[in-house]
């Protein structure tokens, strides 16, 4: 490994930030805590020196360059709902805040693309393009992610099942190197072969390649009309089970969640709304399924219900709760999406992972991962996407000394990752490395692996100054 | 740039060889001239030292190593159908032929995947696949090539405007690098953000970052039904108009190809049989769109075909013709897949481009190439597919000096790819760069991409051993 080392901001650095972009740049009490750390605070360790609302690539580029030429770290910053500390300012320097670039700048209907600036919020870019009859299918749970931020983590989501991650929405982004060059990748164009698809590794990198800062989306028509779900199962097991027969059926379902009986009942105190049936027919609900359809009628939609429904309850589905109306859809999906803030609101100490496993994996996967709670002092949580096997699996503990419970999850996601890879699954689904899963996504990659990523960043930031320490490079 | 060389293959070397691999290599005579060029002999110009027949990952491992430790050009090798002379050994060296790895390994029905040798073809996948009530989506018009030389240039094909290209079906893969390391990438998995992508990196690199031996390919249930219609319009321009009208109605065809009629009429001299008309109403047919439709149940295809008339025929179309038997859309579908064997019959001297643009600029991209027909001694045929934008254009002679041909195509080619590039598309949808479009790539990209790029093929090949002189690294 190379020798790497930075430099100080100094105070004439500052007036010629301050150059570039006039009333844009923070230092010292000017700049919010929040900036030292993410969504999940343990991983916050560190404070930018200076933090720089984003404005145009072009004043992005000529900063960069400017700490490229002094040796100082940059941080892209999104919305700061990463869960891995990929955000985090470890080595200090600047910070540059890009949820300020947030205007949708172009629809493309006949191309079926959205041009955005990268700091647009996943919510807004939502609600816009539903307007104009357009649906932008991934849909990650954190709504208030900005699109940058989903780009760098390859952002799945619900919606993965039927229309894949955001991988697959990315035509053309616009990038300021570390060394402040700028470079436009991709086209509107769906095929390409030309050269190495340096695009595709942007994505998932977390800011450490480029900053991006401005994309190009894929949208599609949007669904007319959807249909919800709700299938009480009485334990795991037999709701997993079911997940396969949704697709050898061509059932297509846009998104099938799972979800265990203790966090809906989270979610519950969270809402102070009870949605979910906890006992059916004599039965304790130990599982549930929260499945979508959507399609161009009301007709067809309620004939792929039915057809759901056979086959759900053949196969061990207590019963088939159909969420037809709005308002039933809302809270149904409302209850899903709070399900981090649910835990967040009664947990004191946090930490996650979210493994991916094949489908038929995940009963199997979770199981084991119950069998160890015994063993440590924090209780275990989970829910996830049940159609593409991303599980997420929180540790929470409120009387636990902080250190103490470092100690035992480091233990536990130690022993939950192997797992994982031995079911042939990966380290992260969606939430990506950061500096938090760095030794995991060593032991998981190997040697040989690890020592191209570093290659590659290498190539792309000979300074190592972009978002230092993150994913492959230990500082 | 750094200076490679590289070292004679010794008789002893080819003894350790045949230590490996008995009664797997050749040398001399033995080698069928076939192997010095790909598809497109305007591009073959080089011959391999030693040619040996891919076994197992293990083999190919050990063979890459002696080669990386005597400095000896490797070069892969599917079936040899690429169009850019990315398969020919430009410096000599060891012809690995992947073809021979040839075994279909074992499917995953729970989880939708199948495991295959990278040497697979994808005729053979696709039947195999179809008795198993399984579709591999990715349809390239050839369908001898090996599905490994399919992921290294991101094979689109026919039904990409549906399904999208290669890239979405690869899973994981099995890799041997150009140091001999084997690395395994990806996972039987849908969502990942475990570091960067090498896996996707990987994807179109056209053998010059490591040797693709095994893959996970995604699967999808088959389609119960699928129909065809050919949609005659009186002029290319009517006809490309249409296209995007059949997203707005959310129509989802599976495949959308253009065809100009001189095409048409070349592929029905070649196959002997008249499949499209060629004057309707009294009106002289200029051009065509084939469009497929899949679905679960010929009711629901039958709404479907209905609709799409209805929109066509609104939209300028003379007529639509219903191929609804297995006979006819055969029949259809081999006039398409023809096209190039029928340029080939009847032309002696033969290049080609395959730009992909937004496809909103389709019509008037294609009208610009035409103008330039009357500019040079060859003429110009094109066909492709309309769905994503990706255009086939062949210039075509049979009376002209080689030398002459190839300077005339090098001004047309120039001319094209500069205006692709202002349309906002790419210089390759499918066929990728090999040594033939590396010119037109280098300039379309830009020092940047390229510095990135060689870059990379440094970290994955430092002795630039493997497929050397492709697409970013000139030697």
């Known amino acids: 490994m190379a020798d790497y080392s930075y430099n100080q901001v100094t105070p004439e650095l500052i007036e010629e930030f301050k150059k570039i972009v006039p009333g844009k740049v923070f230092t010292g009490d000017e700049i919010n805590a929040d900036y030292s750390h993410d969504e999940m605070p343990i991983y916050g360790k560190g404070a930018p020196t200076v933090l720089i609302e984003a404005t145009t690539t072009e004043d992005i580029s000529a900063i960069v360059k400017l700490c490229f030429e002094n040796s100082i770290p940059v941080i892209p910053r999104g919305a700061g709902t990463g869960l891995t500390g990929a955000s985090v300012a470890l080595h200090g320097g600047v910070m540059i805040d890009m949820s300020k670039?947030?205007?949708?700048?172009?629809?493309?209907?006949?191309?079926?693309?959205?041009?955005?600036?990268?700091?647009?919020?996943?919510?807004?870019?939502?609600?816009?393009?539903?307007?104009?009859?357009?649906?932008?299918?991934?849909?990650?749970?954190?709504?208030?992610?900005?699109?940058?931020?989903?780009?760098?983590?390859?952002?799945?989501?619900?919606?993965?099942?039927?229309?894949?991650?955001?991988?697959?929405?990315?035509?053309?982004?616009?990038?300021?190197?570390?060394t402040g060059e700028i470079v436009k990748?991709?086209?509107?164009?769906?095929?390409?072969?030309?050269?190495y698809s340096l695009?595709?590794?942007?994505?998932?990198?977390?800011?450490?390649?480029?900053?991006?800062?401005?994309?190009?989306?894929?949208?599609?028509?949007?669904?007319?009309?959807?249909?919800?779900?709700?299938?009480?199962?009485?334990?795991?097991?037999?709701?997993?089970?079911?997940?396969?027969?949704?697709?050898?059926?061509?059932?297509?379902?846009?998104?099938?969640?799972?979800?265990?009986?203790?966090?809906?009942?989270?979610?519950?105190?969270?809402?102070?709304?009870?949605?979910?049936?906890?006992?059916?027919?004599?039965?304790?609900?130990?599982?549930?399924?929260?499945?979508?359809?959507?399609?161009?009628?009301?007709?067809?939609?309620?004939?792929?219900?039915?057809?759901?429904?056979?086959?759900?309850?053949?196969?061990?589905?207590?019963?088939?709760l159909v969420a037809d109306t709005p308002a039933k859809k809302k809270d149904a999906w409302a209850a899903r999406s709070s399900f981090l803030e649910a835990i967040e609101a009664e947990t004191k100490l946090l930490d996650e992972c979210d493994v991916v496993v094949p489908v038929n994996q995940i009963a199997s996967y979770l199981?084991?991962?119950?069998s160890l709670e015994s063993n440590y002092?924090?209780?275990?949580?989970?829910?996830?996407?049940?159609?593409?096997?991303?599980?997420?699996?929180?540790?929470?503990?409120?009387?636990?000394?902080?250190?103490?419970?470092?100690?035992?999850?480091?233990?536990?996601?130690?022993?939950?990752?192997?797992?994982a890879a031995e079911c042939g699954g990966l380290?992260?689904?969606?939430?990506?490395?950061?500096?938090?899963?760095m030794d995991y996504l060593a032991a998981f990659a190997g040697e040989t692996s690890m020592r191209l990523m570093k290659g590659i960043k290498e190539v792309f930031d000979p300074k190592m100054i972009l978002n230092p320490g993150k994913i492959c490079y230990k500082l």
Chains 1, 2 share one sequence.
């Open 185 to 195: 990748l991709g086209a509107t164009v769906s095929k390409t072969s030309t050269g």
């Open 427 to 437: 380290i992260s689904g969606e939430h990506g490395i950061g500096y938090g899963k």
């Open 199 to 320: 695009l595709n590794l942007m994505i998932g990198s977390e800011g450490t390649l480029g900053i991006i800062t401005e994309l190009t989306l894929k949208l599609i028509p949007a669904p007319k009309e959807t249909i919800s779900l709700i299938i009480p199962y009485e334990n795991l097991e037999d709701c997993i089970a079911t997940v396969p027969k949704f697709f050898m059926e061509h059932l297509q379902p846009q998104a099938i969640e799972f979800m265990e009986k203790e966090i809906v009942l989270a979610s519950e105190r969270y809402l102070g709304k009870s949605v979910f049936p906890q006992q059916l027919e004599g039965v304790d609900i130990g599982a549930y399924l929260l499945v979508t359809f959507d399609g161009e009628d009301m007709e067809s939609l309620e004939e792929i219900t039915e057809k759901a429904a056979e086959v759900v309850l053949e196969a061990g589905a207590i019963d088939v």
């Open 101 to 178: 670039m947030n205007k949708i700048l172009e629809y493309d209907k006949e191309n079926f693309v959205v041009r955005v600036e990268a700091g647009v919020l996943l919510n807004d870019l939502a609600e816009d393009a539903q307007k104009q009859g357009l649906l932008y299918p991934p849909d990650p749970g954190e709504k208030f992610a900005t699109l940058g931020g989903n780009v760098s983590t390859n952002a799945g989501g619900m919606r993965a099942v039927k229309y894949g991650c955001t991988r697959d929405y990315v035509r053309a982004m616009t990038v300021v190197l570390p």
């Open 367 to 370: 199981t084991f991962v119950k």
């Open 377 to 419: 002092d924090f209780t275990i949580k989970s829910f996830g996407h049940a159609g593409d096997g991303n599980l997420h699996i929180y540790a929470c503990a409120n009387d636990m000394d902080e250190a103490e419970f470092k100690k035992q999850v480091a233990d536990f996601m130690d022993i939950i990752y192997k797992k």
